[in-house]
């Protein structure tokens, strides 16, 4: 039996200190709370690390101060297009799916499509109709809407703009990846990994960051670690961020450590990318590295007190 373990992620960015009020402190801190909860209480009941890390991130979609599921951001179209992805590092199954619109839980989507759909990745209006074959909650526009995702969005709606969770207009400078993920290690020691993401503000064509895409944004192997990543998702799928760490332990013999510190505070900085990752291995080791000013995290080992953190 091994000693089980959650960590989890609400996003990183410039999180400036100057525009956090106790009061919204205290409504990330609750709902980072509430999270580790949902999925701590899996594994201490002997459930697996994938059902954990689904629940987590369901938890945090359903929060609406996240960028995932209720609380997404605007594209230039002015609709939500969600991502997300998970994975079994036990199989290395994986599921995700990408551009999804009114599916309540991306997470669940990419969980049914891993084990039900004979696919890796759906996208867009099919693989809705795939969730409405399955069943999954739909809802509607309104459910997703929030006042301060609008005005980010209306900050920026008629410029060529695309951002990543934050306006500087609105918030004087405040820069946030407000993706969620998860990253857990259950007592018979399986690994795995969850990530959910509306992407960024004012994006278009289609695009997506690299929360679905495994190997870059979620990644789980229990050969190695599990990881999930937030940040700016164009330089996280050039890095191969996720796969990365994973390599440079199985064929370098990096620990857990030193391979989150090369591809965060190294490799990604010198390209230029900002963000960061939360991580656990076989032996359950955490590390949650960022480059960035904040991110929102918090962990839980075996019969110890959560910890939840913002800034450094
Ligand atoms: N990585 C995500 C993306 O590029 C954004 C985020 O982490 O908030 O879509």
């Known amino acids: ?36 909860d949902a999925g701590y209480t899996i594994l201490d009941e002997g459930g697996s690390s994938l059902d954990a890390v689904e629940a987590a991130v369901m938890s945090m979609e359903n929060f609406p101060l996240f960028n ?3 609380g997404a951001v605007f594209t230039n179209k002015g609709l939500h297009e969600m991502d997300a992805a998970i994975m079994d590092g036990k199989t ?47 809802q509607p526009d309104e459910y ?71 190997g870059a944004g979620t990644y789980a192997n229990n050969n190695t670690c599990a990881i999930s990543c937030t940040g700016h998702g164009e330089f996280f799928i050039r890095a191969v961020v996720a796969y990365d760490i994973s390599c440079l332990m199985e064929y370098k013999g990096l620990t857990l450590k030193a391979a989150c510190d090369y591809v965060v505070k190294d490799k990604l900085v010198k390209m230029g990318g900002e ?12 590390e949650l590295p960022f480059n960035s000013e904040g991110m929102y995290r918090a962990w839980k080992k075996e019969g110890e007190e959560t910890v939840v953190k913002i800034y450094e």
């Open 275 to 286: 963000g960061g990752l939360i991580a656990i291995d076989k032996d359950g080791n955490i």
């Open 144 to 214: 997703f809407y929030t006042e301060e995702r609008f005005q980010q969005w209306t900050a920026v709606k008629d410029s060529d703009t695309y951002q990543l969770d934050h306006s500087d207009k609105t918030e004087k400078g405040e820069k946030k990846f407000g993706t969620v993920g998860a990253v857990a290690i259950d007592i018979k020691g399986n690994l795995a990994a969850a990530t959910s993401t509306g992407g960024m503000t004012n994006k278009r064509y289609g695009r997506v960051g690299d929360s679905p895409i495994i």
């Open 1 to 36: 039996m091994k000693n089980f373990a959650i960590a989890i992620h609400g996003g990183a960015g410039t999180i400036l200190r100057s525009l956090m009020t106790p009061e919204k402190e205290a409504q990330y801190t609750n709902a980072l709370q509430n999270a580790i």
């Open 92 to 138: 290395l199954e994986a599921g995700a799916v990408s551009g999804i619109s009114s599916v309540q839980n991306p997470v669940h989507l990419a969980r049914i499509i891993k084990e039900k759909s004979g696919h890796v990745m759906l996208s867009g209006g099919e693989a809705a109709k795939f969730a409405k074959k399955m069943n999954l909650p739909f």
């Open 68 to 70: 995932a599921g209720k």
